[in-house]
C-alpha cells in the first residue's frame, strides 16, 4: 500500500519504512509524527483519489534526525551598475521514517515506531561483522614506527633563513 501526501508545500509518495527528507516538521529524534493531509491510496485495488484530502486517512512516521540541507548559493547582478550580491541558504530539513498507513480515523501504534539505532551502534556493528577490518593491533604500529626514517634536525639551515639584524647608520 502507498500514500501521496502533502507537507511542507510540496507531495510526497510513501511506502511504509520509507525514509524521506521533507522541510522542518517539529520533533526531536525518536518522536512519532502523523501526516494527515493524505491526497491519494493506493495498492489494494482500484486507488482512492480525495477531494481535496482522504478523511479519516493519516501516515504515522517517526523523525529520524533535524538536519539541513546541503547550501545553495544565490547571486544577484545588475549588469555594467557594478551591483552584485552573493548570498547563501542552506534549508532546514526533517528525515521522517514511515511506519505506517491508517485508514478509518485510527491513531497510529506504538509498536510500528522502532528506534533508530545509533550511529556509534552501526559503526561497532560493521566492525563486529568484518574483524579482518580492524585497526592494527599495536605491535604492528610500534614496527612502523621503527622502520619510518628519522628527521633530520635543520638548525643550520634554518638559522640561514633568518634575516641578520640590519645595523643603524649614525
Known amino acids: 500500500m502507498y500514500a501521496v501526501i502533502r507537507t511542507g508545500g510540496k507531495q510526497y509518495r510513501v511506502v511504509p519504512e520509507d525514509v524521506i527528507e521533507v522541510e522542518k516538521v517539529t520533533g526531536e529524534a525518536g518522536e512519532v509524527i502523523q501526516f494527515g493531509e493524505v491526497l491519494m491510496l493506493g495498492g489494494d485495488g482500484d486507488p482512492q ?3 481535496p484530502t482522504i478523511s479519516g486517512a493519516s501516515v504515522a512516521g517517526q523523525v529520524v534526525e533535524q538536519k ?14 557594478n551591483y552584485r550580491r552573493k548570498l547563501g541558504h542552506r534549508q532546514h530539513m526533517t528525515a521522517v521514517r514511515i511506519t505506517e498507513i491508517l485508514t478509518g480515523g485510527k491513531a497510529p501504534s506504538k509498536a510500528a515506531a ?3 539505532p545509533a550511529k556509534k551502534a552501526a559503526k561497532e556493528a ?18 612502523a614506527k621503527a622502520k619510518a626514517p628519522e ?3 635543520t638548525g643550520e639551515k634554518a638559522s640561514a633563513k633568518k634575516p641578520a639584524a640590519k645595523a643603524k647608520k649614525d
Open 114 to 116: 522502532k528506534p533508530a
Open 49 to 51: 483519489v480525495g477531494t
Open 126 to 143: 560493521k566492525t563486529a561483522a568484518n574483524p579482518a577490518k580492524d585497526k592494527k593491533p599495536a605491535e604492528t604500529k610500534a614496527k
Open 151 to 153: 628527521k633530520k634536525a
Open 68 to 81: 539541513r540541507a546541503p547550501k545553495i548559493l544565490v547571486f544577484k547582478k545588475k549588469r555594467r551598475k
